[in-house]
């Protein structure tokens, strides 16, 4: 064997052993890989609100819209300027706390009363969190605070809690408030909107929007921006839950936001607007900042055009409002 190949045939080897090398790591590789196997499952369907399974978002309006249903009216006047499936009965979420800071407010309960937050006041509907843990003690005034600023769920439902003959008594004050507002189409079964059971309408909303603006102390409360409270040694702060009021470049009298998946994004407000008060009602906008653009639609038409109705025929208000009545 020359002196060649002898030096050649180990460098083989060499080079086989490196091939070799290499492929060992690949099939520790492949065995982690398998390990690693992902198990594919189909994701849950998303949930429709109500207003999608019945069909309101194919209404179509001048101002396009993202929520299905909307009523804007002059305060003082009532007169109608903007209606789209404004008797459409549907669920309202947090809404409702207006109703429930009305009820409180009427009824003339000190505020200075301490209420404690129970495990009676923990959602099993939805199961929505909250920073107010049991046992948590604030006034009844801080708990109205919370209830209309930051949509604060189990302030809310203690204030219904702790109304003079319990909850069932202040549930039955809500719809006896609305019966006496002329408020027709709406429905309430408890005080904080979890509930897809609490409904109303548009039209309904106005009324309770006009009635809950004559109380200071809801105009005051909804339209805060940020609010701080102590809960035992710490200090807790609240933002409001409606941007346009955190935002300075609106003149918000009273407002209210709500959100559940069969409600969509909801919102009412009273506003100054083109030296008139005008009340908005949005239900069941689909996304989560479209309400915000809705209300910003609305307010460029009123101020920089010449305000005249934009309605939908009053046939298609009718026909989808009996057929979501007659829904379960």
């Known amino acids: ?28 590789n492949s065995k982690a890989t398998a390990k690693r196997r992902v198990v594919l499952v189909d994701p849950e369907p998303v949930r429709a609100s109500f207003g999608q399974m019945y069909g309101l978002h194919k209404v179509q309006d001048p101002l396009d819209l993202k929520s299905s249903v909307a009523l804007v009216l002059d305060q003082d006047t009532n007169e109608v300027l903007l209606s789209k499936n404004s008797q459409a009965v549907l669920p309202i979420a947090s809404i409702t706390k207006l109703m429930t800071g009305l009820v409180v407010a009427e009824a ?48 809310a439902h203690a204030l219904g809690r702790t109304y003079p003959g319990g ?50 102390v809801l105009r005051q409360l909804s339209t805060s921006p940020e609010h701080q409270v102590e809960v035992g040694s710490r ?34 407000m009273q506003a100054q607007l083109a030296g008139r008060k005008v009340i908005m009602v949005l239900l069941d906008s689909a996304g989560k900042y479209s309400r915000i653009g809705d209300a910003e639609r609305i307010r ?13 025929s009053s046939s298609v208000n009718s026909a989808v409002s009996a057929s979501v009545k007659t829904a379960p």
């Open 300 to 312: 460029k038409w009123i101020t920089t055009e010449v305000p005249g109705k934009l309605a939908v």
């Open 167 to 216: 909850l069932a008594a202040f549930v039955s004050a809500m719809n006896l408030k609305a019966h006496q507002l002329g408020m027709l189409d709406t429905r309430y079964v408890e005080p904080t909107g979890l509930s897809s059971s609490n409904q109303s309408s548009a039209h309904d909303l106005a009324e309770l929007v006009k009635e809950a603006s004559k109380h200071e």
């Open 1 to 28: 064997m020359s002196a060649e190949a002898a030096t050649r045939k180990p460098a083989k080897t060499a080079k086989a052993a490196k091939k070799s090398a290499v492929a060992a790591p690949s099939a520790r």
């Open 108 to 155: 003339k309960l000190p505020a200075d009363e301490v209420i404690t937050i129970t495990q009676d006041d923990v959602d099993t509907e939805k199961h929505s969190g909250s920073r107010l843990a049991v046992g948590t003690q604030l006034t009844r005034g801080e708990m109205m605070h919370l209830a209309l600023m930051s949509s604060e769920n189990r302030a």
């Open 235 to 268: 200090l807790l702060q609240f933002r409001n839950s409606n941007g346009l009021v955190r935002s300075g470049s609106w003149d918000i009298g009273l407002q209210k936001t709500g959100y559940i998946t069969e409600a969509g994004r909801c919102l009412v």
